[in-house]
């Protein structure tokens, strides 16, 4: 009995050590990663974005190519829905994550999901690293991660920071699911 317990205290030991080495702390889920296939309305993809969360947030990193030059709404939604073929009306509106208004300029914003607008030059590339701490990859009422995950979405236009309900930026161009699976 004492050698079975000791052999379980072991064992739960050697998992703390290699969660640790994984650089992800199970307790907080700092260091929990989620990558995701970024499609196009063609439905071709356009690269990956990568989620890693922090101890106050989480860092979205794009590495992106094919898209239109100019500056784009950059959001998360939440449904982790992206049909092309809806043109990604699928992905539902702004993560909310509470009674927030839309808009990083406006009294009562912005929603979780509101990120700066981003820019991406004459070559169609788009390698960013943004932090948004209104949403998490941890159970709660901010985790994209709920049972129908969530999306990120880039609009045709930019994100005018006011505007009601999602900021006036134009037809949603790219699309990821977020999902604990991807």
Same mark, same amino acid.
């Given at each position: 009995?004492?050698? %079975?317990?000791?052999?379980? +205290?072991?064992?739960?030991?050697?998992?703390?050590?290699? =969660?640790?080495? &994984?650089?992800? @702390?199970?307790?907080?889920?700092?260091?929990?990663?989620?990558?995701?296939?970024?499609?196009?309305?063609?439905?071709?993809?356009?690269?990956?974005? %990568?989620?890693?969360?922090?101890?106050?947030?989480?860092?979205?990193? %794009?590495?992106?190519?094919?898209?239109?030059?100019?500056? *784009?709404?950059? /959001?998360? /939604?939440?449904?982790? !829905?992206? @049909?092309? &073929?809806?043109?990604?009306?699928?992905?539902?509106? *702004?993560?909310?994550?509470?009674? /927030?208004?839309?808009?990083?300029?406006?009294?009562?914003?912005?929603?979780?999901?509101?990120?700066?607008?981003?820019? !991406?030059?004459?070559?169609?590339?788009?390698?960013?690293?943004?932090?948004? %701490?209104? !949403?998490?990859?941890?159970?709660?009422?901010?985790?994209?991660?709920? =049972?129908?995950?969530? =999306?990120?979405?880039? *609009?045709?236009?930019?994100? @005018?920071?006011?505007?009601?309900?999602?900021? +006036? +930026?134009?037809?949603?161009? +790219?699309? &990821? !699911?977020?999902?604990?699976?991807?």
């Amino acid at each position: 009995m004492i050698r %079975t317990a000791r052999i379980a +205290a072991a064992c739960a030991l050697a998992l703390s050590a290699s =969660a640790a080495l &994984a650089g992800e @702390d199970p307790a907080s889920g700092e260091g929990k990663t989620v990558e995701a296939n970024v499609i196009g309305l063609d439905g071709n993809s356009l690269g990956k974005v %990568t989620l890693v969360q922090t101890p106050t947030g989480v860092l979205v990193s %794009t590495d992106l190519k094919g898209l239109p030059e100019g500056e *784009h709404g950059f /959001h998360f /939604h939440e449904k982790g !829905v992206c @049909d092309p &073929a809806e043109g990604f009306k699928t992905s539902g509106g *702004h993560f909310a994550a509470g009674a /927030h208004e839309h808009g990083l300029m406006t009294m009562g914003g912005p929603h979780g999901g509101d990120m700066p607008n981003q820019y !991406v030059g004459p070559d169609g590339v788009l390698k960013e690293q943004i932090f948004n %701490t209104g !949403v998490t990859l941890t159970p709660g009422p901010k985790s994209l991660l709920d =049972a129908d995950g969530s =999306a990120l979405v880039i *609009h045709a236009g930019a994100d @005018d920071y006011t505007s009601q309900p999602a900021g +006036a +930026a134009g037809a949603r161009i +790219a699309c &990821a !699911v977020i999902s604990p699976g991807e």
